[in-house]
């Protein structure tokens, strides 16, 4: 039997982008980057010939705008991964305007491969190549000229030793296009608009010899160029299996509660906190973060707060300033659930974190692109179980107005995805708010059943004690119990009338 050929695999240099392609870019493949305008299909181009371009493995750039190259490589030289010192070293640019403009395919097509021999580069880019097609495109040219000069320039590139790229505006992916037919690889750009929203996506239509991730995959251009996000159920393939023993339990930083969870919250699992405004939720968080610091762990606060100046606690801003508690502050407009576990991975991952909050999920509802909201049941799932993969505890907090027509855990619908419920609520008695707390379920673990009240002072929250001679306690307006309903009460009065 003959062994079997290995393709290597070129790192392409953008984040994200090689765990989407199945482990990066076949070599002296053809690949095909198309779009519509605007959608960061030069940058992409770019910032992968500049990670992979050197001196002994060079680079050809092939332009045929209608200006010289030096107007696009004035905004391309704008992102961090553009090296002047490359330019003419390991990557060199050569306009093909006037042959384009003059119109006769023949012509450019032998430009290129003139321009090939003599450099005899590893890499090259043709950018647009649909100027290069509408360049040939007059009522006088027959159609089949154009047809075949797709196909040779395709098959010519196909036989090439090098990695080549073809840089194109198309809008649909239906548009007739032979090259289409003959690309090893056709990664497909998109702006997605709704609204005052803007996302831009990427897939990977085609691939040949490799299994890439299927669907659409988001990602952002910023300062350092593009930023690609794999899905986040991509991320569970290597998540580490469980060994079936008893999970460690782990301290909460509020008195009592760890004895209402059953001996403390077991580690690995997810929290969901649910409860009015001011019910103290951000509290409870900082204190599970400060307690586990206290033991020498290090956590990751990941705040979606709409209110960019709002203080935090002290205790809080003293964790992220020592750095023992690292911050995700999402800033960015339109995020996707994938993005924000990359920005979660990279923090756990830097500090080696144990203990993630998520504080809240309405604001995170909030900061996610329109887009995005449709499916935020699947988003948190894929949030929870991403984060599960990496081993950390984590409590995410939520805001539940209080309807005391119903008994309900979340918002969403989605109690059923974390492993342990808490819930905080108001009542009044005696013309004053009070608070109550209960702990819902701990999966797999006997707790409390309790529904305790507890108070905040500046040294946090106090869990107190359960409020015996009320009832009703559930529909906001508690009553006093009649003494006649209480049978230990009961019992007592009857012994002390047989006494007398």
């Known amino acids: 039997m003959n062994a079997k050929v290995k393709i290597n695999r070129l790192a392409t240099g953008v984040p994200g982008l090689d765990e989407v392609l199945g482990g990066g870019l076949p070599e002296f493949s053809f690949n095909l980057v198309a779009g519509p305008p605007g959608c960061g299909k030069t940058t992409l181009a770019h910032q992968i010939m500049f990670a992979l371009a050197t001196p002994e493995r060079p680079a050809l750039y092939l332009t045929v705008l209608g200006e010289p190259p030096l107007k696009m490589l004035r905004y391309q030289q704008q992102f961090d991964f553009f090296d002047s010192d490359a330019i003419n070293r390991s990557v060199r640019f050569v306009n093909l305007g006037d042959d384009t403009q003059a119109g006769n395919l023949e012509q450019v097509l032998n430009r290129i491969i003139a321009e090939v ?11 647009s190549f649909r100027s290069v097609v509408l360049s040939g495109t007059a009522p006088t040219d027959p159609p089949n000229d154009l047809q075949q000069f797709m196909q040779r320039l395709g098959m010519i590139m196909t036989s090439w030793q090098a990695t080549t790229f073809l840089i194109g505006e198309y809008f649909t992916e239906i548009d007739t296009n032979p090259v289409f037919t003959v690309a090893d690889g056709l990664i497909w750009l998109r702006q997605s608009v709704q609204r005052n929203s803007m996302v831009r996506k990427l897939e990977i239509m085609k691939l040949r010899g490799q299994a890439t991730l299927p669907g659409l995959h988001s990602f952002r251009i910023t300062n350092a160029g593009i930023n690609v996000f794999p899905p986040a159920i991509g991320v569970l393939s290597n998540a580490k299996e469980q060994d079936g023993t008893e999970a460690v339990r ?13 001996g403390g919250l077991p580690r690995g699992y997810s929290l969901l906190v649910a409860g009015p405004s001011g019910s103290g939720k951000s509290i409870l968080a900082t204190a599970f973060l400060a307690a586990g610091a206290s033991l020498g762990e290090t956590g990751v606060f990941a705040a979606f707060e709409q209110r960019r100046h709002r203080p935090r606690s002290g205790v809080l801003t003293d964790l992220i300033d020592s750095d023992r508690v ?25 500090l080696k974190a144990t203990r993630v909050v998520i504080d809240s999920l309405s604001g995170f509802e909030l900061s996610l692109a329109p887009t995005f909201r449709e499916d935020f049941r699947e988003s948190l799932l894929q949030l929870i179980s991403a984060l599960s993969a990496e081993g950390v505890t984590v409590l995410l907090t939520s805001e539940l107005e209080d309807r005391y027509s119903d008994l309900r855990f979340s918002p969403y619908g989605t109690a059923f995805l974390t492993d342990a419920i808490i819930v905080q609520r108001y009542i009044e008695v005696g013309s004053r708010l009070r608070r109550l707390m209960a702990v819902v379920k701990v999966r797999a673990s006997s707790h409390s059943d309790e529904l305790r009240e507890y108070t905040i002072n500046d040294t946090g929250i106090c869990i107190g004690e359960m409020l015996p001679d009320q009832e009703g306690l559930l529909g906001g307006r508690p009553t006093r119990k009649h003494i006649a309903d209480d049978p230990s009460r009961s019992a007592d009065r009857h012994k002390r009338q047989g006494n007398s």
């Open 326 to 350: 690292g911050l995700v502050d999402a800033r960015a407009p339109d995020l996707s659930i994938d993005e924000v576990v990359v920005l979660l991975r990279a923090q756990i991952r830097r």
């Open 117 to 127: 021999e003599t450099y005899s580069p590893a890499l090259v880019f043709i950018d």
């Open 250 to 262: 782990i301290p909460m930083g509020v008195p009592r509660l760890d004895e209402m969870l059953g």
